[in-house]
């Protein structure tokens, strides 16, 4: 009779299990604030993006034909990179109860923060590297912002222009030290009206009308305003996988966690980055 993995014992059948991103990170930045276009396996292959820039359509005057229009078919390239995490403990602890939910927060937490901190200012790969891309913040080309200071007119003046290059902002994101020092801007300088208002009833975080997505990850008093239609990522499934081969000798589990994930920006214009005055400056 053929032994089966139904019939084998668990140290010859370790499981490999795979989730959905959205169901096991579904905080993370990328997913919230660009749009998927695909999944890559390998740190090789890439997610092609192709897009138009649009040529320009002219009034035609009655049994009359116009030029041909030339509209420029262009491309941006997602290169993707693993994000992964291992953690080994003794088989007894292994077995003990909660430990298996604990561990699995706690490595949800890690794959969400490594892959904020890289979505927001990763530093561009140096060639011939391909990846971990450029976070947003060191995109080449996008829309740089004045500082904001005692009013939000740089923030308007910003969205503004990110609206006249075609963006349709959707997000502004923003560390918690710089959302607090927006939070205190005041209405007039003799006020202690807050410019955003009270704040002690907010269902939502707003600010000219767009989400506010605060990320404890982003550099400090800096924010950036996203059109998630204008950047694109591959996401791959979140993979766990638990071995108790690796440290067979020291009588061990190892578990395993990678998340493989890349970006790229199609229209760099349609986004922009700006600063927040520090406290004390």
């Known amino acids: 009779m053929a ?14 299990t795979f989730f959905p991103a959205a169901d096991v990170v579904p905080d993370a930045l ?8 695909g999944e890559v396996l390998g740190d090789a292959p890439s997610l092609r993006v192709a897009y138009v820039n649009d040529d320009d359509a002219t009034f035609t005057a009655e049994g009359q034909a116009p030029a041909d229009s030339d509209p420029d078919l262009s491309e941006v390239v997602v290169y993707t990179a693993k994000i992964q995490q291992n953690v080994e403990l003794s088989n007894e ?19 969400i923060k490594r892959a904020d901190q890289a979505f927001i200012a990763q530093t561009a790969p140096t060639l011939p590297a391909v990846a971990p891309p450029a976070g ?14 005692d009013d939000l007119d740089a923030l308007v003046d910003l969205v503004a222009q990110l609206e006249s290059n075609g963006s349709m902002p959707t997000h502004i994101i923003v560390d918690p030290l710089g959302w607090g020092q927006l939070r205190k801007l ?22 000219l009308d767009l989400p506010v997505l605060v990320n404890r990850y982003a550099t400090p008093y800096s924010g950036l305003v996203v059109d998630s239609s204008a950047v694109v990522s591959a996401v ?27 970006w790229n920006v199609v229209r760099p214009e349609r986004i922009g980055k700006f600063t927040i005055t520090e406290p004390g400056s």
Do not use: C, M
């Open 3 to 16: 032994i089966t993995t139904s019939d084998a014992a668990y140290p010859w059948r370790p499981d490999t």
């Open 30 to 37: 990328i997913l919230q604030a660009s749009t998927i276009g």
């Open 93 to 111: 602890q292994f077995q003990q109860e909660q430990t298996a939910d604990q561990l699995s927060a706690s490595v949800s937490r890690a794959i």
């Open 136 to 149: 947003l913040l060191n995109i080449t080309g996008i829309e740089s912002g004045t500082t904001i200071t």
């Open 186 to 207: 005041k209405t007039a300088t003799d006020s202690n009206a807050s410019l955003l208002g009270a704040g002690t009833t907010d269902a939502t975080r707003l600010l």
């Open 236 to 262: 791959g499934t979140v993979n766990i996988a638990t071995s108790e081969h690796a440290a067979f000798r020291a009588d061990s589990t190892v578990i395993r966690a990678t998340w493989r994930i890349g």
